[in-house]
Nanobody
Framework: QVQLVESGGGLVQAGGSLRLSCVASGSIVSIDAMGWYRQAPGKRRELVAH???????NYADSVKGRFTISRVNAKNTVYLQMSSLKPEDTAVYYC??????????????WGQGTQVTVSS
């Protein structure tokens, strides 16, 4: 079984920073892409940032220059450093990964989400 567990969410004032972490665990052979998505109340889930196994990244236009995604492959961990936070960044943030598990089995996994709230 594979699990993605996020941490690091919370309440922060506008202009502040937070760092989210996501650890993948279980019968993992290798992880391809990892990413962060978010979903605000009444809105669709959207991609925030994405990083491939070779380190290639892409970001939503709304977070470029403010958020940085990174990963430590040896730890099966992906991070999202969020700076200059705005109230509109308030959402539940979800970790996502495409990975090979024992089987072999290749599929997409989601974490349970972590709440980020930015006060004005």
């Amino acid at each position: 079984q594979v699990q993605l567990v996020e941490s690091g969410g919370g309440l922060v004032q506008a202009g502040g920073s937070l760092r989210l972490s996501c650890v993948a665990s279980g019968s993992i052979v290798s992880i391809d892409a990892m990413g962060w998505y978010r979903q605000a109340p009444g809105k669709r889930r959207e991609l925030v940032a994405h990083i491939r196994s070779d380190g290639t990244t892409n970001y939503a236009d709304s977070v470029k220059g403010r958020f940085t995604i990174s990963r430590v492959n040896a730890k099966n961990t992906v991070y999202l450093q969020m700076s200059s936070l705005k109230p509109e960044d308030t959402a539940v943030y979800y970790c996502n990964a495409d990975l090979w598990a024992l089987g072999p089995d290749y599929r997409n996994y989601w974490g349970q989400g972590t709440q980020v709230t930015v006060s004005s």
